[in-house]
């Protein structure tokens, strides 16, 4: 069973689930929590409507309220072995907690400062949360929620990633740089120059490199993590704005959506050359694979899932879309629970 989380600008927003039935486990599913009340909608942009079962099966099934939260919420993270998912909800200056095993959201931790990109840390239970309007990291207790390090980067702390072999968390901010934190103490121990802002970037697992979006550069970094050194860049030609990013390792293959067209743009991870190009809908900020259907996911602020089914290393056929809402342009894919928030 697959879910998708939605954010959606309005009074106060919700958590969209969209399940593949196909896969479903009655282990995994996570029925709404019927002894909560909803708070009322007063002049709202509407609700994530369920559809029929569309692409590859997906249906919305269940909507979590954060009630209280207003404005664009940003990226998101999961807590798997406890089924916490944490939401950066940057016009609202808080992070909320949401217990998925009830449906409902549990916590609102205060004090941020427009938090886009955020990370939780199994090994040692913290939660990184980067800033976006003063440029800082934070890292949080798991249990206390209570801050236990700030790091203070030059500006626009956005996309946040942590390596688990290495234990370093990677912090895209400012006009140009990945900051490098220790994940066990929350240390600052170096940057890593790039020739503009950082969006989103991914960690290749078996090998040492960082795929890195740089849509004011017009290309692809790529980097070093063991040298902590540009290697080379991919530029991105048929499109730009190339924010979110998704990487299948094993098929060598690097998703990247961009805006300004929409387009979805494939590229061969050992040559950095083009593989294929195909048409999205409007304003995506989250991308993801899902390597055991061969699904790509594309959110996009347009109000629209876009499912794209992997032929072949070079060859995808775009899927009927999943209506969404206007402004849920980011999104999690947790494989783990075959869920898509």
Known sequence: MLDFRSKIVAKFCLVALIALPALATRENHVEPDQSVDEPVLEKQTPAVKAPEPGAAGLSVVQAIPLPGVEERIDHLAVDVQRRRLFVAALGNNTVEVVDLNKGVRVRSIPGFHEPQGISFVPDNNRIFVANGKDGSCDMLDGD?????????????????????????????????????????????????????????FQLEKSGSRIFVNVPAAGHIAVVDRRKNALLSTWAVERARSNFPMALDEPGRRLFVGCRKPPRLLVYDTTTGKLAADLGICNDTDDIFYDPARKLVYVACGEGVLNIVQQKGADQYQPLAGIPTAAGARTALFVPEFNRFY
Do not use: W
């Open 144 to 200: 206390s929620f209570h801050r236990v390090q700030n790091v203070n980067f030059a500006e626009d702390a956005d996309n946040v990633r942590y390596d688990p072999a290495a234990k370093l968390i990677y912090v895209g901010y400012g006009s140009g740089a990945l900051g490098i934190l220790n994940a066990t103490d929350g240390r600052r121990l170096g940057d890593i120059k790039l020739a503009g802002h950082p969006e989103s």
